[in-house]
């Protein structure tokens, strides 16, 4: 006689919170700031730790990190990596851990701290969340995309396959430190792409900030954030203010849409907004096009949708790509003109949001909806609307042509 089949099952239920933080402060390598020595939970160090230095911060920097942490006595081991979206990948990743390994990190009291941009960010990181099935890390975002963009992310992530962030892990450090005088040295076309992502922000939910970046942004990147010099007056006279109102915003905005929906469990994200068609196109351009400058021309590009759709009046399509000229981000690119291109883009999109498209949309200047009926019609016509605008800047009061965004 042979017995029925028998079946237990056990569940196990935990919550853990999680809370990280965003301090911003000024001269973070003067030796009287000893914000890079505190780790998270409160004291000093217990062990070695290991600083990850971006190759060009290391070669603008590397001498004053070195003198602060021995002018301090303190136990740390650097590595310089590469930074650039190329650099985004395993080998990489696998070099942090190697080091980490090297040195004997602790488990928690020797947090590594990584100082450079959002590809150093996003490598220390995972390597971090893989070390030890994870330890916790203090990054230093030395660019304006970092800054405003990876230092609220949970996320980190790197480049597999072809495609953008294809591998990576939800472990957001439990600090991080925001210093606007790295800005000082970082080239123009870098704030440009920082701004992309500002401007993304500014779209989705905070019109005064687009109004910002319209009349200030182009001040913003030529004094490179700085606070402008004692006798100066005019737009670079009020720079120092306006600067910290532009980046406080952009991260407070990112943050207020990040909290309630850190893990991702709700697909329809508003900060997708500009992730929608670019990460197949930044991919296939690299180096050609940076993050920010992609995210731009996505954002362009769904507001041509949306002007298409008459969610969004003609005008404010206009006002959008005038004010990416202002910035000095270019509107399009050949690749998004590209029908099939983008048509693959959105397909792996879909993917990623679990079969819909769940694409945001603006219905204004600072607000948007989502939208998930979107057909290959409607991309054709938006990538022929992205080739007219290839052909240069236009005067702001000129129409952008666009199917049926003509009202």
Not at 166 to 195: C, H, K, Q, W
Request: with cysteine; proline share 5%; aromatic share 6%.
């Amino acid at each position: 006689m042979v017995s029925a089949p028998r079946s237990q099952t056990w569940q196990v239920r935990s919550q853990q919170a999680v809370s990280y933080e965003i301090v911003e402060t000024r001269g973070l390598l003067d030796p009287r700031n000893d914000a890079l020595l505190a780790v998270p939970g409160g004291g000093r160090a217990a062990g070695t730790r290991l600083v990850v230095l971006d190759h060009s911060i290391d070669a603008l920097y590397g001498t004053r990190i070195r003198n602060y942490f021995a002018h301090h006595d303190a136990a740390v081991e650097y590595l310089t990596i590469r930074g650039a979206e190329e650099n985004k990948n395993i080998e990489q990743v696998m070099q942090v851990a190697d080091k980490l390994n090297e040195i004997g990190t602790h488990r928690l009291s020797s947090p590594p701290l990584v100082i450079g941009g959002g590809v150093v960010a996003d490598v220390v990181g995972l390597a971090a969340s893989l070390y030890r099935r994870g330890i916790p890390y203090v990054r230093v975002p030395t660019t304006l995309l970092a800054q405003v963009d990876v230092s609220v992310a949970a996320k980190t992530g790197i480049n597999y396959g072809g495609y953008r962030n294809r591998l990576g892990s939800y472990s957001p450090p439990p600090r991080t430190l925001i210093d606007r005088e790295f800005l000082a040295t970082v080239p123009e076309r870098e704030l440009r792409n920082g701004m992309g992502e500002i401007f993304k922000m500014a779209l989705i939910k905070d019109r005064r900030l687009f109004e910002l970046l319209e009349t200030y942004g182009a001040a913003l990147i030529s004094s490179r954030f700085q606070d402008p010099a004692a006798g100066d007056d005019g737009v670079e006279g009020v720079a120092g203010e306006i600067a910290d109102e532009v980046i406080g915003r952009a991260i407070a905005g990112m943050a207020g849409e990040l909290e309630p929906n850190l893990w991702e469990k709700n697909l329809e994200r508003s900060v997708d907004y500009g992730h929608s068609f670019s990460p197949l196109v930044e991919m296939r351009a690299i180096p050609e096009l940076l993050h920010g400058e992609a995210v731009a021309m996505d954002c362009v590009f769904s507001a041509v949708i949306a002007a298409n759709r008459e969610l969004i009046r003609a005008e404010d399509l206009r006002r959008i790509v005038a004010a990416a000229r202002r910035l000095g981000l270019a509107p399009s690119h050949p690749l998004f003109c590209d029908t099939d291109l983008v048509l693959e883009a959105l397909e792996d999109t879909v993917r990623h949001r679990d079969g819909r498209q769940n694409l945001p949309m603006l219905t204004g200047i600072g607000e948007v909806c989502f939208l998930n009926d979107v057909t290959e019609v409607e991309i054709k016509q938006a990538c022929d609307a992205m080739a007219d605008l290839l052909d240069g800047p236009r005067d702001a009061a000129s129409p952008v042509s666009a199917a049926g965004a003509q009202r």
